[in-house]
């Protein structure tokens, strides 16, 4: 954010009445209206914060500048009391010296209020403090991050072998409010541990769909939200081995074995490691029908992958000895 021109001054007004803040609903299972973002969303401003930011008012989007848009993404992020402006200034200009850090924060937040007010005719700022900013709490903000942790937190607490409809609805719903990460176009340190946090809630809710899916033999929604988790984060082998058991369990040894192959591959390339013993065992077990000779079968591939892992190497070893006897000749 780099706001032009000197900051305009401050003016304090009455404190405002603080409002609770209302609770947020279920929403619909698959694509996310206004109306999926709580009771009353046409009568509130709205925040879409999972993926690019954008806000709207009355179902209608809302113009800001790009600065306008993050700060606005910041307050609603922010604790209900908001945040020192020492430490506002700190987190969004930081690097300024902190005298002209506060300074382009009073401009950013007269540039936010002046875009809001001609968008909306709301007053999105507080000023009942000149030590802390935050959003007024007269106007009600909702935004679909927060949204989206009400949704999954409680049910993440539901084993996948128990989850009800209810739950699932409210998984799903959860994990299409995601179109990105949070604050997509922002890479500012205050925004990192948030996100990191959505991030894991949102892994941890497309595994509970993968197993639940995975006990119901539905296919397709095993390859859907599998595909989701995979595409954040490749490396999570617990995420392999439960697409690996939920594809074998539904009778599809095929894709088990290519979620093994694709799982044995991936660490490979990226860290130099063959799966762990226990992707192994889930794999034989399946190969095996799940019978008494899965347990013994379980070492004796992993066994097989090493040596067949040691002899790949010997080879190229021997070849690159021979290119170098010849170069010598």
């Not at 914060?49 to 709207?56: D, E, K």
């Not at 924060?105 to 700022?125: K, Q």
């Not at 390339?269 to 192994?280: A, D, I, Q, W, Y």
Request: glycine share 6%; hydrophobic share 40%.
């Amino acid at each position: 954010m780099t706001p032009e021109g000197p900051a305009p001054r401050e003016h304090t007004r009455p404190r405002a009445l603080v409002l609770p803040t209302a609770q947020l609903t279920s929403a619909a299972i698959h694509d996310v209206s206004a109306s999926d973002l709580g009771p009353d969303a046409s009568h509130t401003l709205s925040l879409r914060l999972l993926g690019p930011p954008s806000v709207s008012f009355e179902g209608e989007p809302v113009r800001l500048s790009p600065g306008a848009t993050t700060l606005c993404a910041y307050l609603a992020l922010a604790p209900p009391e908001g945040r020192p402006r020492s430490v506002a200034a700190a987190h969004l200009f930081e690097d300024c010296s902190e005298r002209l850090a506060r300074r382009r924060l009073n401009t950013a937040l007269w540039r936010l209020r002046c875009e809001v007010r001609a968008g909306t005719g709301l007053e999105i700022v507080g000023c009942d403090s000149l030590r802390t900013v935050a959003l007024n709490p007269d106007v009600r903000v909702t935004t679909d991050a927060t949204r989206f942790q009400e949704l999954i937190e409680l049910v993440l607490r539901v084993p996948p072998t128990d989850l009800d409809e209810a739950d699932v609805a409210r998984l799903r719903s959860a994990v299409s409010l995601r179109r990105g990460q949070l604050v997509e176009t922002c890479q500012d340190h205050w925004v990192l541990d948030t996100r990191c946090r959505i991030d894991t809630l949102y892994l941890a809710a497309l595994d509970h769909l993968i197993q639940y899916y995975g006990a119901r033999r539905d296919v397709p929604a095993i390859t859907a939200y599998g595909e989701r988790a995979l595409e954040l984060e490749p490396l999570r082998e617990d995420l392999h081995r439960h697409l690996i058991w939920a594809f074998g369990n539904a009778g599809r040894l095929d894709l088990a074995e290519r979620q093994f192959e694709r799982c044995r591959a991936v660490l490979l390339e990226e860290l130099g490691v063959e799966p762990m013993p226990e992707t192994v065992a889930t794999y034989a077990r399946l190969r095996a029908g799940a019978g008494s000779r899965s347990m013994a079968l379980a070492p004796l591939i992993a066994e097989f992958e090493r040596a067949r892992r040691d002899v790949g190497r010997l080879a190229a070893a021997m070849d690159r000895a021979l290119d170098q006897l010849r170069g010598m000749s």
